[in-house]
């Protein structure tokens, strides 16, 4: 089959590599188009994945993520056309599935939180199949026009496309990190997103907290990256980094986000979220299991050295050819279910 996956943020890189690498080992033919916003073009030069480069983030507002949609399925559509492909997937990309739908390739979308209703009322009645994990209700879906498309993976996507991770130390090195002290690890809000559509407070004044010691913050935007560099208190990469590595070998990670908070919880890190929205199931679980904790106040953030962090505790491991089998419409690939722990 000839399969085409779109990448429109970051993290969407690091979930579709171990995919697409699934469906090119199981003989298909893969295509990658990725928008140019946050790291995403950077990521995809980091772990090699031949990408076309269309279009970019329009902007945070309504209107500007309309013409945004707008503008970039049909710069999509055009490329697209002529390709013959048999499968168009993306990770909550609306571009991709607009495009797929007015080329009538039939599609896929996958995401982990279900409450960005602007969203998923496009992606979910555009796509054939919706990928998600088994811990969201299937009738909170419904109303986006999902009711029969469902196909649920258990467990969190971290454990699938960080299978085969294994830190790497350098990357304290890199950032002048003294491993004999705390490191924590922030992310910041998601501002431009629609479900977040307010200041975060209580995330400055994390930040306030975190001054002194070894913070490493890793902005989503050039504007956020500016500010935070002229406060002069964080250490701010200025490109994208071994992000994995670090929250492996962390002592604790804060995020207003949602991956990375998965990711440190794939990983074994401690991890709060200060992420004000309404919470997704994935997270309820969560917290409910002790996994992650909701900081409500800077003072409740605990910051422990640990004794022998190296991001190699009890793990779970998932083969990254069921989420590749899943996006196909239920297709067998070799390597099913849990690879190790």
Sequence with gaps: MRIWVDLTNSPHVLVMR?????LRADGHDVEVTARDFAQTLELCERFGIAHTAIGRHR???IGAKAFGL???STALTRWARGRRFHRAIGHGSNDVMVAAALLRI??????DYEWATVQHNVNCRLAADVVVPEAIPPERLYPYGARGKIRAYPGLKEEY???DFEPDAAILDELGLDPAKPIAVVRTPPA???YHRFENDLFADVLHRLADGQTVVLPRTPEQRAELRRAGRFIVPERAIDAQSLIALADVVVSAGGTMNREAVALGTPVYTVFEGRLG?????????GRLRRLTSPGALQ?????????AGARVRRAPAVLAGLLLGGATLAGRGVLGS
């Design 18 to 22: 171990p995919v697409i690498e699934s």
């Design 59 to 61: 902007g945070g507002r």
């Design 70 to 72: 707008a503008a970039r």
């Design 106 to 111: 039939p599609s896929a979308t996958t995401f």
């Design 161 to 163: 496309y960080l299978a």
């Design 192 to 194: 431009v997103s629609l």
């Design 281 to 289: 199931a994935v997270d309820e679980r969560l917290i409910a299991e």
């Design 303 to 311: 910051i422990v050295k640990r004794t022998a962090p190296d991001g």
